[in-house]
């Protein structure tokens, strides 16, 4: 099922689920209906929060809330009963939404490029060349590894210093091209890959983490960071991939 439109089944869910408790607690009358209102609209919102629902506005659960709780109001009001007290249910209903929305974003981060707020379901992951907190949904890009700012500047992760690359790799290859870019020896860098022998250049192993494009044999000796990006965001745990 496409992402969005199950967040949005989920949402339509609860809303039905508020309603129909909230309904019920209207025609019982406003000693039952309030106390509710309050309980439900704190459910609802921590639900809403749990399944990391559409939520760019920090307003938009409680205002939900408040409209689902009035609505039940309205209906019981004017289909079965009459009584004024219970208009007053938006005001345990916003105040419960709103605090629980709080406690929920007090400690919550956000992510480092588009801001987003971070629930504590959310797969987040730490970028391993700028080490930025980076969402899934929008900001870190799964085929090369990184964040999407770091595969559009290109950021390198891989040692610049000769010793390392001729330790992992062997000395420079000074014939040929590179299987990759095709750029020329006499102008890039080139290193042989230690299983099938292709040369790949400087910048190209880097592109690719360190791997062969061609065998996907790694180079030994990468920076731990490569393979530890996974984290949560309730506990910010960092974990292999």
């Known amino acids: 099922m496409n992402r969005s439109l199950e967040r949005y089944a989920i949402?339509?869910?609860i809303?039905?689920?508020l309603c129909s408790v909230q309904f019920g607690a209207c025609l019982a009358g406003p000693a039952i209906a309030l106390p509710v209102a309050l309980l439900m609209s704190a459910i609802a919102t921590w639900l809403w929060m749990y399944f990391n629902l559409p939520s760019d506005h920090v307003w938009l659960p409680p205002l939900i809330c408040i409209c689902a709780v009035m609505l039940c109001v309205t209906l019981s009001e004017f289909v079965f009963r009459n009584d004024f007290v219970e208009w007053f249910s938006f005001l345990p209903a916003g105040i419960g939404?709103?605090?629980t929305l709080y406690f929920l974003l007090l400690n919550n981060a956000r992510c480092a490029l588009c801001n987003r707020r971070?629930?504590?379901?959310s797969l987040t992951f730490q970028c391993p060349r700028c080490h930025m907190r980076i969402c899934d949904e929008f900001c870190w890009n799964f085929e090369h590894r990184r964040c999407t700012l770091c595969l559009e500047q290109r950021v390198p992760i891989l040692s610049t210093h000769e010793q390392w690359w001729t330790r992992v790799a062997g000395p420079r290859y000074l014939r040929g091209r590179c299987q990759?870019?095709?750029g020329?020896?006499?102008k890039l860098d080139l290193r042989i890959c230690?299983?099938?022998r292709r040369p790949q250049c400087r910048d190209c192993w880097d592109f690719n983490n360190g791997d062969c494009q061609r065998c996907g044999?790694?180079?030994s000796d990468l920076p731990t960071s490569l393979t530890m990006t996974v984290a949560h965001n309730h506990h910010a745990n960092i974990h292999n991939v």
């Open 180 to 182: 990759i870019c095709l």
């Open 194 to 196: 230690p299983n099938c």
């Open 11 to 13: 949402l339509t869910g």
């Open 217 to 219: 044999t790694s180079l």
């Open 15 to 17: 809303i039905i689920f």
């Open 118 to 121: 971070l629930s504590t379901q």
């Open 97 to 99: 939404s709103g605090l």
């Open 184 to 186: 020329s020896a006499e």
